[in-house]
């Protein structure tokens, strides 16, 4: 059974940082392109950043320089580190794990939620 299981979310105040990890089980890790997303209330879910199985990054424009993202196959977790938080940051982050080109190989977490508020 695949289980993607987010941890690090919480209250911070704008320009602060906050770490998520993402622990995975039930996959091969090491193969799987992995990414975080968000939602916030009323709005769509976007791509935050992604980390393939070469450890190659994407980041959206608005997070650049502000948010890395990071994996650690021995430990079967990738990792966001947000910097500078922004009111704006503010949704449920969800972590995914997706095997480019093979159907049905796309998984993700429920997510944890992130409130950046003073």
């Known amino acids: 059974q695949v289980q993607l299981v987010e941890s690090g979310g919480g209250l911070v105040q704008p320009g602060g940082s906050l770490r998520l990890s993402c622990a995975a089980s039930?996959?091969?890790?090491?193969?799987?392109?992995m990414g975080w997303y968000r939602q916030a209330p009323g709005k769509q879910r976007e791509l935050v950043a992604t980390?393939?199985?070469?450890?190659?990054?994407n980041y959206r424009d608005s997070v650049k320089g502000r948010f890395t993202v990071s994996r650690d196959n021995a430990k079967n977790t990738v990792y966001l580190q947000m910097n500078s938080l922004k009111p704006e940051d503010t949704a449920v982050y969800h972590c995914?794990?997706?095997?480019?080109?093979?159907?049905?190989?796309?998984?993700w977490g429920q997510g944890t939620q992130v409130t950046v508020s003073s």
């Open positions: 995914n794990a997706r095997r480019i080109g093979v159907i049905g190989y796309d998984y």
């Open positions: 039930g996959i091969t890790f090491s193969i799987y392109h």
């Open positions: 980390i393939d199985n070469g450890g190659t990054t």
